[in-house]
């Protein structure tokens, strides 16, 4: 596959770059770039960013960094028992645990959310930081779902990370999955006020709680509104039904 020229292979993380040292430096050259092809996709190119992947995985096969980034690419493209057994592979060159909520999560997307559930009260769970533990914590409230366990899913993630009210790179997915919890259960009046504090977190619109929070003000309902109403009419009640939303 090509490869921009401006991408020298440099770019990837220095842990990795040492990883690949093991190899001769024209192929650690090649692996690296192909790398930092798969980083640069994987958000927007989930299929790019797989079969840049592949050209990694045909090459180094042996790097467990080449493993995790082929097992992270496969899962964006919701390859699950593939993403499954590269993670497995990539866990069993390094020994660390990070991968952990991640296998759990491709046991989900396999239809076996009972499987996640063992995973998630396995020892390996201590051994996680403490977004790896709040991770884990994500699966398993998702496994609950997939079973139809939904008081059970909001009492998984009610928990410390939770209540905090300071914002740490998880808070905005946990307060966000707590919401839509809570929305599943009819619970609407929490749910909002969920979505809403979803919303002051989510610095970088990593979730959409903001459309979530405006479709439960009733914006969604003010637009079909707008449609077959004055428009100047329809304009200014959307100003004030999407007010609430803004402030939070």
Same mark, same amino acid.
């Given at each position: 596959?090509?490869?921009?020229?401006?991408?020298?292979?440099?770019?990837?993380?220095?842990?990795?770059?040492?990883?690949?040292?093991?190899?001769?430096?024209?192929?650690?050259?090649?692996?690296?770039?192909?790398?930092?092809?798969?980083?640069?996709?994987?958000?927007?190119?989930?299929?790019?960013?797989?079969?840049?992947?592949?050209?990694?995985?045909?090459?180094?096969? !042996?790097?467990?960094?080449? !493993?995790?980034?082929?097992?992270?690419?496969?899962?964006?493209?919701?390859?699950?028992?593939?993403?499954?057994?590269?993670?497995?592979?990539?866990?069993?060159?390094?020994?660390?645990?990070?991968?952990?909520?991640?296998?759990?999560?491709?046991?989900?997307?396999?239809?076996?959310?009972?499987?996640?559930?063992?995973?998630?009260?396995?020892?390996?769970?201590?051994?996680?930081?403490?977004?790896?533990?709040?991770?884990?914590?994500?699966?398993?409230?998702?496994?609950? !779902?997939?079973?139809?366990?939904?008081?059970?899913?909001?009492?998984?993630?009610?928990?410390?990370?939770?209540?905090?009210?300071?914002?740490?790179?998880?808070?905005?997915?946990?307060?966000?999955?707590?919401?839509?919890?809570?929305?599943?259960?009819?619970?609407?009046?929490?749910?909002?006020?969920?979505?809403?504090?979803?919303?002051?977190?989510?610095?970088?619109?990593?979730?959409?709680?903001?459309?979530?929070?405006?479709?439960?003000?009733?914006?969604?309902?003010?637009?079909?509104?707008?449609?077959?109403?004055?428009?100047?009419?329809?304009?200014?009640?959307?100003?004030?039904?999407?007010?609430?939303?803004?402030?939070?």
């Amino acid at each position: 596959m090509p490869i921009p020229e401006d991408v020298t292979g440099d770019e990837i993380d220095k842990d990795v770059r040492q990883e690949l040292q093991s190899l001769p430096k024209t192929l650690a050259e090649d692996v690296a770039r192909n790398l930092v092809m798969v980083a640069r996709l994987i958000d927007e190119d989930p299929e790019g960013a797989y079969g840049y992947s592949r050209v990694a995985l045909r090459l180094a096969s !042996r790097v467990a960094a080449v !493993r995790e980034a082929a097992g992270f690419a496969a899962y964006a493209n919701q390859k699950y028992t593939e993403a499954l057994a590269e993670f497995r592979a990539a866990r069993r060159m390094t020994g660390t645990v990070e991968l952990w909520p991640l296998m759990a999560d491709c046991e989900r997307g396999l239809g076996r959310p009972e499987k996640a559930l063992d995973m998630a009260g396995a020892p390996e769970v201590h051994k996680l930081d403490k977004a790896g533990q709040v991770e884990m914590r994500l699966v398993a409230a998702g496994a609950r !779902r997939d079973m139809g366990q939904l008081d059970a899913a909001i009492v998984t993630l009610q928990s410390p990370e939770l209540a905090s009210n300071s914002v740490q790179p998880w808070t905005a997915r946990l307060r966000y999955a707590y919401a839509d919890a809570l929305l599943a259960a009819g619970r609407q009046g929490e749910a909002r006020e969920w979505f809403a504090k979803a919303v002051e977190a989510d610095k970088d619109g990593s979730t959409d709680a903001s459309d979530r929070l405006a479709e439960l003000d009733g914006v969604e309902f003010v637009d079909a509104f707008d449609e077959s109403e004055d428009d100047g009419e329809g304009e200014s009640d959307g100003g004030a039904a999407a007010a609430p939303a803004d402030d939070e």
